[in-house]
């Protein structure tokens, strides 16, 4: 379930850390996993903890607190929206509505021509560039104004 690229790269993760905590590596190594195989089924997280000699329920706990992990599969194009109160206050729940309008879905799915998954995120620490959009888990795309969010649309729909 991860090819030895897949593995070099959590190697390198493992550095960082001393020899017998493995497991600090977890977000990383499932970070590495989802990116190569597009989301986190059951079989890449128990391979994930079988890597890092971990129990896999300690490996599910992660993957299913952070919203950056995908346990479905999702669009080519995973958007995500803050729509905490301060980005609220400038504007995401309306920005939030025009996405979820031009790509006729709402949140937690994916368009039928498997473009677009539209997710709402949690505070992304940029409450001053809000709206703001996380594409892909990213690149965070800031002032995301209706106009803004149809010239992403269209450059996307390429």
Same mark, same amino acid.
């Given at each position: ?6 593995t070099e ?57 952070? !919203?950056?992990?995908?346990?479905? /599969? $999702?669009?080519? *194009? ?11 206050? %400038? ?33 992304? !620490?940029?409450?001053?560039?809000? /709206? $703001?959009?996380? *594409? ?11 106009? %803004?969010?149809?010239?992403?649309l269209a450059?996307?729909?390429?």
């Amino acid at each position: 379930m991860l090819s030895s690229q897949a593995t070099e790269k959590i190697d390198r993760e493992l550095t960082k850390y001393p020899p017998d905590q493995k497991r600090s590596a977890v977000i990383s190594a499932l970070a590495i996993a989802q990116h190569e195989n597009g989301h986190l089924s059951a079989e890449v997280m128990d391979a994930v903890a079988a890597y890092l000699g971990m129990p896999p329920i300690a490996v599910y706990e992660v993957a299913t607190f952070y !919203g950056m992990y995908d346990l479905e /599969p $999702v669009g080519a *194009h995973k958007l995500c929206i803050c729509t905490n109160l301060p980005c609220a206050l %400038r504007g995401s729940v309306e920005a939030a509505e025009h996405l979820k309008r031009k790509l006729g879905i709402d949140f937690n799915e994916t368009t039928p021509d498997g473009k677009f998954t539209l997710k709402e995120g949690e505070c992304f !620490g940029a409450c001053g560039d809000a /709206p $703001v959009v996380l *594409h892909n888990n990213k690149a965070m795309l800031s002032f995301m104004s209706k106009e %803004r969010i149809d010239q992403l649309l269209a450059e996307l729909s390429k």
